[in-house]
Structures are given as structure tokens and as C-alpha cells.
């Protein structure tokens, strides 16, 4: 999905750079809830952008390298359920649903993304 395309690769019907762009050139700072940097991440990874991936992955979690799958095509985000997560909370839980096709093939990856603080921004943890 392109950058300048009327809605936001995460879904959101705003342009790129006016939702997700801001958080990305900003940092997850700017990601005040934990759905916020949940479309921010998925955005990220639409649009193979690592570095964001890393900053807003927890320390403890965060892998050492990511690669992307240059045969995935990812179609859509869909936000299933939201625990907690905003602004003022500590901790929050995002279930999803992203779309993609591989080879053809179309796929779904069903998620339960777990986020918290560390330094008053939030982080993603972990996902089952």
C-alpha cells in the first residue's frame, strides 16, 4: 500500500502521513494508546520500516535482527479487541487480525499483543 494513498495502511481513514506517518517519524512516543502503536507496528511492517519495529519493541523481547518476507503482501488490519491500553493505563492488550497473501495464498495472522510502559512510552512485548 502506498504512503500517499487516502487511508493509512493500518486501515485508518486518514492519510499515511497524517496517522501512522507522525508516529513513525516521531517515535512510539506518539503512540498514546497501546491500539495506536499496535496500527503504527502494522504500518511498519507494510512498509518494511525496521527501525520503528525495534524502538517500539520491548528491550527484554525485541529480537536481534528483523527480516521481511519480500513474497508477503499485507491486505488489511482489523482490530478484534482492546484490554485496557489507553492513555493513562500501564499495561494493555490489543487482539487483531492482519491479512496477507504469500505466493498467492491467502492468510490471516490472529494475534493477542500483549504492551506496556517503560519510560512513560509504550512497548510491545509479546503475542500469542
Given at each position: 500500500?502506498?504512503?500517499?494513498?487516502?487511508?493509512?495502511?493500518?486501515?485508518?481513514?486518514?492519510?499515511?502521513?497524517?496517522?501512522?506517518?507522525?508516529?513513525?517519524?516521531?517515535?512510539?512516543?506518539?503512540?498514546?494508546?497501546?491500539?495506536?502503536?499496535?496500527?503504527?507496528?502494522?504500518?511498519?511492517?507494510?512498509?518494511?520500516?525496521?527501525?520503528?519495529?525495534?524502538?517500539?519493541?520491548?528491550?527484554?523481547?525485541?529480537?536481534?535482527?528483523?527480516?521481511?518476507?519480500?513474497n508477503i503482501e499485507w491486505l488489511g488490519l482489523e482490530i478484534v479487541h482492546t484490554e485496557s491500553g489507553a492513555a493513562?493505563?500501564?499495561?494493555?492488550?490489543?487482539e487483531f487480525r492482519a491479512r496477507f497473501s504469500r505466493s498467492s495464498e491467502?492468510?490471516?495472522?490472529?494475534?493477542?499483543?500483549?504492551?506496556?510502559?517503560?519510560?512513560?512510552?509504550?512497548?510491545?512485548?509479546?503475542?500469542?
Amino acid at each position: 500500500m502506498a504512503k500517499d494513498s487516502g487511508v493509512c495502511p493500518c486501515g485508518f481513514a486518514a492519510p499515511y502521513a497524517d496517522h501512522c506517518g507522525r508516529i513513525h517519524l516521531g517515535g512510539a512516543g506518539l503512540g498514546t494508546t497501546a491500539e495506536g502503536l499496535m496500527r503504527a507496528r502494522y504500518s511498519a511492517y507494510v512498509l518494511h520500516d525496521r527501525s520503528f519495529l525495534q524502538v517500539s519493541w520491548h528491550p527484554d523481547t525485541s529480537p536481534a535482527a528483523i527480516d521481511f518476507d519480500d513474497n508477503i503482501e499485507w491486505l488489511g488490519l482489523e482490530i478484534v479487541h482492546t484490554e485496557s491500553g489507553a492513555a493513562l493505563d500501564s499495561i494493555g492488550v490489543v487482539e487483531f487480525r492482519a491479512r496477507f497473501s504469500r505466493s498467492s495464498e491467502n492468510l490471516e495472522l490472529h494475534e493477542r499483543s500483549s504492551f506496556v510502559r517503560v519510560d512513560g512510552l509504550w512497548v510491545y512485548v509479546s503475542g500469542t
